[in-house]
């Protein structure tokens, strides 16, 4: 009885399974949808002779796939060159699009911190519209990626971090931000900026914690006392996050807390984590000095960001660079309370630095455009957008000859390309 109990059990399976695959055999599969190839036709990358850019999900290669649907982009001849990064800006702070601000005179960080906060009341405008105006102003001029600073102090909260945050996730898939909680007014000198930090570090909405001057501005003397670069690595520590910390303080008052914070990141671990922003000490070194801060920096893995501010303040990039430092280009304020100038233009930022530098060769000039393109993509750890197969369809079409001259004459961006897709024409997101 059992054995025939065992039978029938097997031949009712088994006469599942075969009405189960008969039903599978008459399902008609179907076929994926073709891919999909982008040709960017009669394009001269770099300067060279024209010819064809093909993108596929998002990267170039040598040639249309087979079965492919191709939809094309005619270039019209145009110079085609890789979208840049804006390695460091505040986009929070700025009145990009807004009435006109009169500055009044300041005379170190803190009167100018405290004009940020006048102005950012004044605004008419939510800090979520004014960035996201400005971002997106940014990226329809060719920025692919940007590091993005915020402010955070009791007079905002987190504010900052959230409209910036807004703004990104609007952008998204047309350029990629990083978020740094930023704390202009000091750390360990204005009260309830450390909880604030923690907040921020703990929101998901941050990728760095920020820091400033702990020896000429934020020092341990203020109202809270306190180690600021203490506070700031744990915070990193605690949740993963990298560092991205000010330092505008010239000689050995700027030169020992970037040894300092060299010494942290290797005890922590945290190299290829951490960034200096300006390090005008830096910028003031030349020979055997810049030699050896240039190898402590490359051993820790610590990158830097210049903005271009004048012969004095701007990095001696191309020496950092030989000795294994990996510096970025950045707009720094635009617009704001600090200054009236600005436009968030990275390849503008490039012109800067060259005249900053008194530069003229092309291959300076070129340098120049290597900064705002492959530094900050190495500071951002994105990959390289050098236009050959394999690397990411990132890339503008505009009117010009080559390199060196796109940089001195600032041609309009007639076409940015993000992905593979054409993400902005005659300046405007589309």
Wanted: proline letters at 6%.
């Amino acid at each position: 009885m059992r054995g025939r109990l065992r039978r029938a059990v097997v031949y009712q399976i088994t006469a599942c399974a075969h009405r189960t695959a008969d039903r599978s055999e008459e399902t008609p599969v179907t076929p994926p949808p073709p891919r999909t190839a982008t040709l960017f036709h009669d394009v001269r990358p770099f300067g060279e002779r024209s010819g064809d850019l093909i993108a596929v999900d998002g990267v170039l290669v040598p040639e249309v796939p087979a079965g492919a649907v191709v939809e094309r982009v005619d270039g019209g001849g145009r110079l085609a060159l890789p979208t840049l990064v804006d390695a460091h800006i505040h986009p929070d702070k700025t009145s990009w699009g807004e009435p006109w601000h009169s500055r009044r005179p300041a005379d170190g960080i803190a009167a100018y911190a405290a004009g940020d906060v006048e102005l950012s009341r004044a605004l008419p405008t939510p800090v979520g519209e004014r960035a996201l105006r400005l971002m997106s102003h940014a990226a329809a001029r060719g920025t692919r990626a940007m590091r993005a600073h915020a402010d955070v102090a009791p007079a905002y909260g987190l504010s900052g971090i959230e409209g910036v945050a807004e703004a990104a996730a609007k952008l998204a898939g047309i350029v990629d931000v990083e978020l740094v909680a930023f704390p202009q007014h000091g750390v360990v000198r204005e009260p309830g900026v450390a909880e604030l930090l923690a907040e921020a570090a703990a929101s998901g909405l941050v990728t760095h914690i920020g820091g400033i001057d702990p020896a000429g501005f934020d020092t341990a003397d203020g109202a809270a006392g306190g180690d600021q670069l203490g506070i700031v690595f744990t915070l990193a520590e605690r949740y993963g996050l990298g560092l991205d910390i000010h330092l505008h303080d010239r000689g050995e008052q700027g030169l020992a807390p970037l040894r300092d914070i060299a010494a942290r990141t290797r005890a922590l671990g945290l190299q290829g984590r951490v960034s200096v922003a300006h390090a005008f000490a830096v910028a003031g070194l030349s020979g055997r000095d810049l030699d050896e801060t240039a190898d402590l920096l490359a051993e820790a893995d610590i990158a830097l960001t210049t903005v271009a501010l004048s012969v004095t303040t701007i990095l001696p990039f191309r020496r950092l660079a030989e000795r294994g430092v990996r510096v970025g280009l950045g707009s720094d304020g635009v617009r704001d309370n600090w200054s009236p100038f600005g436009d968030a233009d990275m390849l503008h930022r490039a012109w800067l630095a060259a005249w900053a530098l008194d530069l003229r060769l092309d291959e300076e000039l070129e340098a120049c455009f290597r900064l705002a393109a492959d530094g900050g993509a190495a500071l951002l750890g994105l990959p390289r957008a050098d236009l050959r197969p394999g690397s990411p369809a990132d890339f503008m079409l505009l009117d010009g000859e080559c390199v060196p001259q796109a940089v001195v004459d600032l041609p309009r961006r007639d076409v940015v390309v993000r992905a593979g897709r054409v993400v902005a024409r005659d300046g405007h997101l589309v």
